[in-house]
């Protein structure tokens, strides 16, 4: 489920000589559900989609405990299910698409007059959930996870780019919410105005399935 932003493995079996192995039986919980925890399974090929949880900001400041930085009041996130095995166990899913939209964002950086634009790189990342709520997101091999800040400034338009090798976050079914917090991206570009890491917190909910609200299970 900033600037970015959700995100993880697809794990193939491959059964050569051994018989072939039993369905699950329909009673089996599938790890993502939708309607209720322990309700229907999320099916493979499902869309998962989430805006920012109502009243909170994505942010990208300069420290872990500073406020010093961007804040964006919308943005949304997709994810496609490409694994949803039966609980306890991991799904995975590919995110296709993480937007923020410019026009909520500001920043209160010294020298910087506005947000031009925030765009997440290098999509697909994948994404796992477990069955405890941990969520992790991966690039692929040998990409990175990348954001790509535009902002303006009395001198004119400048570019930050940060990177990081990987996002950790939590899924909560009390509000159907995906958390995370004070991830941290390293500046790769950009100038002296610039900060030279950026820690991402943002809150997303509800995640839904087709308007069906989605549970880990």
């Known amino acids: 489920m900033r600037t970015r932003t959700l995100l993880t493995l697809v794990g193939t079996v491959a059964a050569l000589s051994l018989p072939a192995v039993a369905p699950a039986s329909a009673a089996d919980t599938a790890v993502l559900t ?3 925890a322990g309700g229907a399974a999320v099916a493979v090929g499902d869309t998962l989609t989430a805006p920012l949880a109502g009243g909170t900001h994505a942010t990208l400041y300069s420290s872990a405990t500073g406020t010093s930085g961007v804040s964006c009041a919308s943005s949304t996130f997709n994810a496609t299910v490409t694994d949803n095995p039966a609980a306890p166990g991991t ?3 590919s995110v296709s698409g993480q937007t923020f939209d410019s026009s909520s964002c500001t920043s209160n950086v010294l020298g910087v ?3 031009s634009s925030i765009t997440v790189d290098n999509l697909p ?3 796992t959930v477990a069955s405890d709520g941990t969520l992790t997101v991966t690039p692929a ?3 990175t996870i990348q954001t790509t800040v535009k902002l303006k400034t009395l001198l004119g338009s400048i570019t930050c780019v940060y990177q990081a090798p990987s996002l950790s976050g939590t899924a909560d079914n009390a509000d159907n919410s995906i958390n995370f917090t ?3 991206f390293t500046k790769v570009s950009g100038s002296s105005l610039c900060f030279s890491s950026g820690y991402f917190t943002a809150k997303y909910a509800p995640v839904t399935d087709n308007g069906a609200t989605v ?3």
Do not use: D, H, P
């Open 113 to 115: 007059t506005g947000v």
């Open 91 to 93: 799904a995975t899913e």
């Open 141 to 143: 091999s040998g990409s």
């Open 34 to 36: 939708t309607g209720s």
């Open 182 to 184: 004070n991830q941290q």
């Open 125 to 127: 990342y994948t994404t």
């Open 215 to 217: 549970y880990v299970n």
